[in-house]
């Protein structure tokens, strides 16, 4: 068979480390999602770039996983290798940082606020690697990572070959939850960011504090996958939506709430009592229940408020 074939080439590069059916499950924040046929954790870059090129090689789809914390994976898993970024160097000279893919973002605010580096500290409690972040340009309090990185080092996955690539800020084109990792077969392996060098040292009493301030937002006593659907740019032709607005963005929460959904539940999926735009799973919830609960979320939305809401997790192998 063809699936034993390559999981022997997989085992024979990637030095017996890749696994079969291992439940994407167990790697999610939403702890939901089926297995993945081939599933590797790549504890540094070269052995991204190996397992990457055999991949494509054998014409076998790749899934890139960080944290696992945004993002519902289908009840069937995924048909081909998912990569668990676990590579996390880090090097930090004067102000200029440069993190692998795979190291916690939280790690990462740590370490420059002990060096008395500003600019990464409203990301503060945000889960999920730096690759994640980057990816979908994370952020909070109106910041995003966007705004400090610099240049990215990424595999760019063609039809007829896997190339490395160095992208400027310019390239990698951030917007609100938004780059254009998001929009191309890219493989993020570091990037490079720019921060401010403050005279007062040690900053990390600032993590502590931008923390207790998230506290009570989120729901946390269910596994959920963060924000289910971007909130919405005010404009003119909004006027309908001005009550949800602040600080510029229609807040999708309030909206959803005011349709009555907090605490609805399909299967064991249930829109948060906490937060409308987010969906917990109460144990034993499958994709195909959150997918419904969305679905049903988009509809309603729509035919009330004339929205079409936007995704901003991501659906795997669905
Ligand atoms: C409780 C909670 C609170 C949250 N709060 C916030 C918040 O305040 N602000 C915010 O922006 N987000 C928030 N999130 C969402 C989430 O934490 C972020 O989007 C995070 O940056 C995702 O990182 P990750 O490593 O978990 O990505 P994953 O979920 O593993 O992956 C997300 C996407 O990124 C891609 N990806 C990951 N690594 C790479 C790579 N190296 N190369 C190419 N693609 C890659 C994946 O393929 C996938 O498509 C929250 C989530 C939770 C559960």
New binding site residues.
């Given amino acids: 068979m063809t699936s034993d074939r390559n999981y022997e080439k997989f085992q024979a590069e990637l030095d017996n480390k890749v696994l079969r059916n291992e439940s994407i499950a167990e790697h999610t924040?939403f702890k939901i999602g089926g297995p993945a046929q081939f599933y590797y954790e790549a504890e540094d870059t070269d052995s991204i770039v190996r397992a990457v090129k055999l991949a494509h090689k054998l014409r076998v789809d790749i899934?890139?996983?960080?944290?696992?914390?945004?993002?519902l994976m289908s009840d069937d898993g995924f048909a081909g290798l998912v990569i668990k970024?676990k590579n996390s160097h880090l090097e930090i000279k004067g102000s200029l940082v440069t993190v692998d893919?795979g190291m916690w973002?939280n790690m990462l605010v740590i370490e420059t606020l002990k060096k008395g580096l500003s600019g990464l500290e409203p990301l503060s409690g945000?889960?999920?690697?730096v690759?994640?972040?980057v990816?979908?340009n994370?952020?909070?309090w109106g910041k995003a990572i966007g705004e400090v990185v610099k240049q990215a080092e990424v595999l760019v996955v063609a039809n007829k070959s896997v190339r490395w690539k160095t992208m400027s800020q310019a390239e990698l084109r951030f917007g609100y939850?938004d780059s254009s990792?998001k929009h191309g077969d890219?493989?993020?392996l570091r990037a490079q960011l720019k921060l401010r060098k403050l005279k007062t040292g040690n900053l990390l009493k600032r993590f502590g504090e931008v923390i207790k301030q998230r506290s009570g937002k989120?729901p946390l006593d269910y596994p959920?996958?963060?924000?289910i659907f971007k909130n919405i740019r005010y404009s003119e032709d909004l006027q309908h939506l001005k009550k949800f607005e602040a600080y510029g963005k229609v807040s999708v929460g309030k909206i959803i709430d005011s349709l009555g959904f907090k605490g609805r539940k399909i299967g064991e999926a249930q829109v948060a009592n906490e937060h409308a735009n987010f969906i917990v799973n109460l144990g034993e919830a499958k994709a195909a229940d959150v997918l419904e609960l969305m679905n049903e979320i988009e509809r309603e939305v729509e035919s009330k408020y004339g929205v079409k809401l936007e995704r901003e997790i991501?659906l795997v192998g669905f």
């Fill in positions: 924040t899934f890139m996983l960080g944290g696992g914390s945004n993002l970024t893919a973002l945000i889960p999920g690697t690759g994640g972040a990816f979908g994370a952020g909070a939850r990792l890219y493989i993020l989120h959920n996958a963060g924000s991501r």
